[in-house]
Structures are given as C-alpha cells and as structure tokens.
C-alpha cells in the first residue's frame, strides 16, 4: 500500500533535481562566512524581500528564538497569539532562551488587530509593568488552519508597532504558501517587519533550513546568537544549495497544494463524523470530530489506509498537502474517509 503522509509539509524528501543541486554545490567554511552558496542564498532571500542582510539557521525554531532574543532584553514581554509557534511548540524557547513573559493577544484563527495591540502593550511609565518589546505575526497561521493575514491589517499593526516603539517579527515558516494565494509579493511584506522568518523545509520542500532576515546591524548580532546557540554550521552549502533550488523551482507550484488541501476539506466536510472543518485557504487542513468521536483512533484508522493525520487536539486532526504527495494521493485520503 502507497504511504500518504499528510502529518506536515516538513516530511518531503530532496527530488532527484534537489539532490543534483546539493551535490554540485561550491562549499566552504560558513562560520568563516566562507561558504559561497551560502553566502548566495543569504544576499538572494534578503535582496528578495528587500532586506540588508540574511542568516541561513538549521530551523524555523532557531531563526524565530534569535529573532527574538535579539529584539528583547531579559524581562521584556513578547505578544503574540495564544496557538502562535513561536510559543506553543518551540521547546519554552521564549522564556528559557530570552527571559521574556508573553501577553497572548485575542485573534481571529490567529490573525489579530491594531486595536488589539494598542490594548495590550504596557504603559512604560509605570516601573512595576514588564516592557513590551515586541510583536509576532504568524502567516500563514499553523493553528489557524493556515489562515492568511490581509496586509491592510499587518500595515495598521506596523503603525501600532512605530506608535509603541515595538518590533515586529514575522514567523513567515508558510509566508510563500501565503503569497502564492493572495497574489502579495515578498517586497510587501518586507517593509512593513523588522525580521522576517522564511522556513525553506516545509512546503518548498528543501530538507533543512530556515532563513532570517533583517537590517545589517540585526543580521550581524542574530549570527552571534546563532552561534552561542550552536547553529554556526560549517559546509553548509550543501543545505543552502538546497534552500537555493527551492525558492527558483517550487515557489511556483504552492498553489497545486492548496487545491489538493481544498478537495480534502471539501470531502471531510460531507463526513458524518467531521462535525466542523476550518476555512483551507492553504495547504493545511484542519478538523473537529464529531462527539464521541476520538482524534487519536480516527488517526489510527486512517493509518490503515495507508494515510498519515496529525491528532492535534483530542477531537482535532490536521492534513498538510505538500510536494510528495499527487492526486491520486488525495483520491486515497477520500477512499479512506470513507472507509475509515
Ligand atoms: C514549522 C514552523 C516553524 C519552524 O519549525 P522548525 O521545525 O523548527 O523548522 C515556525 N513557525 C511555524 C508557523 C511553523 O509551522
């Protein structure tokens, strides 16, 4: 039986044209700064977003925790969305990496207003408040189903941000899952944030490998944290040479997964089992169980059929449509759905 693995987007192997990519890749010592397709893929992802400078990272997790470790100083508060990565599933890292407290923000599928940061930050005259530092957005959102933020929100959260005198951080792991939808193009997005974090392993489809981006001053303290955390890589060309293939050849291909996600949520939505399916706007589906009804056995059941779920919650499964898997894959999931 075929394996359909819809647990996440980060589950795609190197295509055969990737692994060529990889193999040819001119290397050297990038804690040297020495490492040229490294160095490429830096200058290429900033110039793209039209941002001085770039640090390639070994993950998501650690662009997101140097980002914030360099916008904040020990007791400062972060706000950002209760199901927000970058609190929820990223070890504490917050807290224990940066020593700061985290005011959640009230979100619509994590998507929230101006108004809503004006309400929450502190007043820093008053001394016995922790300083509110900065803001994190999220697009598109993981919790929210990949939902995706309208930019006229995210440019009235800018001008919260510039009234308050707080950073903002984008956690863009899906931002191109997101443009390729809403038609925004990355110069966009790249004024109106501070740093900006691109995940070149989930729906790109590179094996390892996040990017952060940022003005020179930012980009050079963030390559000191990277490597007080550990993440000064050497020969990293070989995963950057990856990186590099996936933003030239798979950027244009998102929207086929955000068609297969939408045939998914289309038929979960017609089972009598499914009692609600969020919105896909994405490559990210997300459901709720009908009463009595157990997400981890439902996964089980799925399982064999040869189809791979994510229980998030006790009723609550996730699918994640990415470049492994085709239409007959998705015919699978439905002749599961059916039969599970
Ligand atoms: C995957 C993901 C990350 C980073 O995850 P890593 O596994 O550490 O690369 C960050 N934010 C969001 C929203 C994600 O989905």
Same mark, same amino acid.
């Given at each position: 039986m075929r394996i359909i693995d819809l647990r996440s987007d980060t589950v795609t192997r190197p295509s055969p044209a990737m692994r060529d990519a990889m193999f040819s890749a001119a290397l050297g010592d990038d804690v040297f700064g020495e490492d040229p397709t490294v160095n490429l893929l830096e200058q290429r992802v900033a110039a793209l977003f039209g941002h001085d400078a770039a640090v390639f990272c070994p993950s998501g997790t650690m662009t997101n925790q140097i980002a914030i470790n360099v916008h904040t100083r020990p007791g400062d508060e972060v706000l950002c969305e209760e199901g927000a990565h970058v609190y929820r599933y990223e070890g504490g890292g917050m807290m224990a990496t940066s020593g700061c407290s985290v005011k959640h923000v009230p979100a619509d599928r994590g998507r929230f207003t101006a108004e809503a940061v004006d309400a929450a930050v502190n007043d820093r005259a008053q001394a016995y408040l922790a300083n509110t530092r900065l803001v994190v957005v999220e697009n598109c959102v993981n919790r929210g189903g990949g939902a995706i933020w309208d930019i006229a929100a995210v440019k009235r959260i800018r001008a919260a941000c510039d009234r308050h005198e707080l950073g903002l951080h984008l956690d863009g792991a899906r931002l191109f899952n997101a443009m390729a939808e809403d038609g925004t193009a990355p110069e966009q997005w790249g004024g109106l944030f501070d740093s900006i974090s691109i995940c070149l392993s989930k729906g790109l489809g590179a094996p390892v490998g996040s990017v952060l981006l940022g003005s020179g001053e930012f980009i050079h303290q963030a390559r000191r944290v990277r490597k007080r955390l550990g993440g000064g890589m050497r020969q990293a060309g070989f995963l950057a040479a990856a990186g590099l293939y996936a933003i030239e050849q798979n950027t244009g291909r998102l929207k086929e997964d955000h068609e297969r996600a939408r045939r998914i949520g289309v038929e979960v939505? %017609?089972?009598?089992?499914?009692a609600h399916v969020m919105p896909?706007? %994405?490559n990210i589906v997300i459901y709720d169980l009908a009463e009595g009804h157990d997400a981890r056995r439902h996964v089980d059941a799925l399982r064999a059929h040869g189809v791979l779920a994510f229980a998030i919650g006790p009723a609550q499964v996730r699918m994640v449509t990415h470049l492994d898997v085709d239409d007959a894959g998705i015919d699978q999931v439905i002749d599961a759905f059916r039969n599970a």
């Open positions: 939505a %017609t089972m009598p089992w499914c896909v706007s %994405t």
